[in-house]
């Protein structure tokens, strides 16, 4: 089968190896929970470069890279109950096995969803990995309370258009009550944000208590932060209400949590591969968000974060999807399809 893979770890992304064509073997048939997936298209996450950069490859080892997938079930292992052959499925998988970047890959089904039946397959796959960091973060780790439970509180999204914090601010507004502010230092990353759903926006590349007081918006309960640094985290600190949460996905420098003391604050990671790596118990949890995921846009309240097609799988166009993202700069999420 056709897959883009790397054979050393750590090169530049302008360096034509950083990324190959690769021919490899079919993964075989499935088993167990097991289903065996024909990938129609993939969208690239910083998780991406993090991988190519950390792991270890070797020629008679490639790493296959790919988080996110939309495609069709071939096969299903001998367990399965969730899906059949033929099924329209998306999915984020894990990080020790091989990516979604091949035509063919096996996903343990508890992990899938049903692919959104309004979206096409490129669509779709921009949404497993944001969706699932988004929504565990915001109702699986801080436990926002759903529905008329948020009315009058707030939500600061830092970092407001990156791929999960797109999704983020949606969740927010279409299943609780909560105001949702957002941060935004670029024209068109404050435009993104509001088209997703933020009822105000704010610029993080300034001193944030003072924007958030002239809203009037009062403290944060919850405070969702993407890009973390120790200046920011002081921000935070005095945003944050007494007994609020903040919730972190970046890997910044030591962070002092002396604080948060006072406020008898909680400090909450999310990282989305933790339910299949550690194959918890309730694994199953990231089919049934998925699953909400797709009735939600089904349903016409949530939409896609695709911003741009970067065209077919190849290494090519991977590359040039890789540089966008290690810009920072990014706004949605790119995808490519079909090999």
């Known amino acids: 089968m056709r897959a883009v893979g790397f054979t050393k770890k750590a090169l530049p992304i302008e360096d034509p190896r950083s990324l190959l064509d690769l021919e490899l073997p079919d993964p075989g048939s499935p088993q167990g929970h097991d289903l065996l997936v024909r990938v129609r298209a993939v969208s690239v996450n910083p998780r991406d470069m993090k991988s190519r950069m950390t ?8 790493v296959v890279l790919g988080y996110d997938a939309s ?12 899906f059949r052959p033929g099924d329209e499925v ?28 309004r979206l096409e397959h490129a669509q779709a796959a921009s949404l497993p990995l944001t969706a699932l960091t988004a929504y565990e973060m915001l109702f699986d780790r801080m436990r926002i309370p759903r529905d008329g439970e948020s009315a009058g509180n707030v939500l ?27 941060t935004a230092s670029r024209p068109e990353s404050a435009a993104w944000v509001r088209q997703c759903g933020a009822h105000h926006v704010v ?45 972190l996905i970046d890997d910044p420098e030591p962070l002092d949590l002396r604080l948060l003391k006072f406020k008898s604050a909680a400090v909450h990671w999310e990282a ?30 949530l939409r896609a974060t695709t911003t741009r097609d970067y065209g077919s799988i190849n290494a090519a166009n991977l590359r040039t999807a890789h540089a966008a993202i290690e810009t920072g700069r990014a706004v949605g999420k790119i995808v490519l399809s079909g090999f």
């Open 90 to 117: 998306m999915y984020a998988g894990v990080l020790d096995r091989l990516g979604s970047n091949a035509e063919l890959q096996l996903v343990d089904e508890r992990i899938v969803g049903r692919k959104p039946r």
């Open 71 to 82: 495609g069709v079930v071939e096969a299903v292992g001998p367990d399965c109950t969730l």
């Open 55 to 62: 792991m270890e490859a070797s020629a008679e080892k490639p």
């Open 203 to 247: 610029d993080h590349s300034r001193p944030l208590p003072a924007q958030m007081k002239a809203l009037d918006a009062g403290p944060c309960p919850w405070i969702f932060s993407t890009h973390t640094d120790t200046a920011r985290w002081a921000e935070m600190a005095q945003i944050l209400a007494p007994q609020g949460s903040i919730g």
């Open 156 to 182: 600061l999204v830092v970092g407001g258009a990156g791929g999960v914090p797109s999704i983020a601010i949606q969740l927010a507004r279409a299943l609780t009550e909560l105001t949702v502010v957002a």
């Open 272 to 301: 989305m591969f933790t339910r299949p790596m550690f194959r918890t118990r309730d694994m199953v949890r990231q089919h049934e968000i998925l699953d909400e995921v797709a009735d939600l846009v089904d349903a016409g309240k």
